[in-house]
C-alpha cells in the first residue's frame, strides 16, 4: 500500500512513528504469530524502513549500522530536555544509529505545549535548543518559531536554520563517511580526542571531525569550554591555545563552536 501511494503520489519517504516495544506486550495485544511483540515488534517496524529511501523512526531495535533515521524519544519542554540532548545524541551514534534526529526543538512532546499561549514560552529556551538542533545531522521544528517569538529571537533561529543549511554539504559527507566506517557523526569528546580529560564530558560534542560545538543549555549566559590540545579559532575568529579550559559569555544570538587551526 505504501509503494503504491509513493507512485500514485510521488512520495519519496515516509515518517515511521511509534514502534516503541512497550505498546506491544505479549499479554495485552492479540499478536497473530505469538512471536511480533515488546522488542521483536519494534524490530520487524523499524525494518520496514529499509524499503524506502527516506525514512524516520523513533524507536529502533538491532538495527544499528543500517540506512534508517532514527529521531530521539521526545524530550520534554524544559532545559533537563534540552540538556539531554547532547548526551543522547552521542548514545544513539556509538550504538550504531549514525544518522540520528535530535528530536523537535523546544521538546517533542505536544501535551508540554497544551495550555501555554505565545506570552507563556521561554523564548530562551526555544533559542538554545535551535542553535544545538543546527550543529547536528537534522532539525525539526516543533511549535513554529514565528508565532512565539519576537521578532529578535525569530532572527537567531532563521540565522541558524540557515547554517544547519550551509553545513549541508559537509553533514552529507559525514552521513557517507558513517555509511562506509560505522563512525558518529555526532561525536563524543573522548571518541575524538582519547586520553585528554574528555570521559565524563557531557556537554560539548564533535560534529564528524572538523567542528566542536559548546552549546548553551541552560538560562545562563556563561559556560566553560575545555579546548583539546593545538589551536582552534572560534565562530568570531578568535584564536585559543588548546590543552586549556576557558569561560565564556555568550549573548543569546551566538553558539560558540570551534575548528582546530592546522
Keep these: 500500500t505504501l509503494k503504491k501511494m509513493q507512485q500514485d503520489y510521488h512520495i519519496d519517504g515516509f515518517k515511521f512513528d511509534a514502534g516503541d516495544p512497550e505498546r506491544y506486550p505479549e499479554k ?13 515488534q519494534t524490530y520487524l517496524w523499524a525494518k520496514l524502513g529499509l524499503e524506502f529511501p527516506y525514512n524516520e523512526f523513533r524507536a529502533c531495535w538491532k538495527l544499528g549500522g543500517q540506512p ?19 548526551p543522547s ?16 526543538i523546544g521538546g517533542g512532546e505536544y501535551s508540554s505545549f497544551q495550555g501555554i499561549d505565545a506570552s507563556g514560552f521561554d523564548q530562551t529556551l526555544i533559542v538554545r535548543s535551535c542553535q544545538i538542533h543546527s550543529m547536528m545531522p537534522m532539525m525539526q521544528f516543533s511549535v513554529a518559531p514565528w ?3 519576537s521578532k529578535e529571537n525569530l532572527e537567531t533561529c532563521i540565522k541558524y536554520a540557515k547554517w544547519h543549511e550551509q553545513l549541508g554539504d559537509y553533514i552529507l559527507s559525514q552521513a557517507k ?12 569528546m573522548d571518541y575524538a580526542f582519547p586520553n585528554q580529560g574528555f570521559e565524563e564530558c557531557r556537554d560539548q560534542y564533535m560534529l564528524g571531525d572538523k567542528y566542536l560545538i559548546a552549546p548553551i543549555m541552560s538560562s545562563d549566559n ?11 579559532k572560534d565562530d568570531l575568529g578568535k584564536v585559543y591555545k588548546g590543552g ?18 592546522k
Excluded at 548514545?91 to 534526529?101: K, Q, R, T
Aim: contains cysteine; positive net charge.
Design 177 to 188: 563517511n558513517a555509511s562506509i566506517t560505522g563512525e558518529p557523526i555526532v561525536r563524543h
Design 89 to 104: 545524541m552521542i548514545a544513539a551514534g556509538l550504538l550504531g544509529y549514525s544518522y540520528a534526529c535530535p528530536d523537535m
Design 68 to 86: 534508517l533515521v532514527q529521531r530521539l524519544g521526545d524530550k520534554k519542554y524544559s532545559w533537563n530536555g534540552v540538556t539531554s540532548l547532547v
Design 28 to 40: 495485552e495485544v492479540d499478536v497473530f504469530d505469538r512471536q511480533s511483540y515488546d522488542t521483536e
Design 147 to 149: 508565532r512565539i517569538l
Design 244 to 261: 586549556k579550559t576557558y569561560t565564556l559569555d555568550v549573548p543569546l544570538s551566538r553558539l560558540p563552536w570551534f575548528v582546530e587551526v
Design 222 to 232: 556563561t559556560r566553560t569550554v575545555k579546548l583539546p590540545k593545538g589551536k582552534w
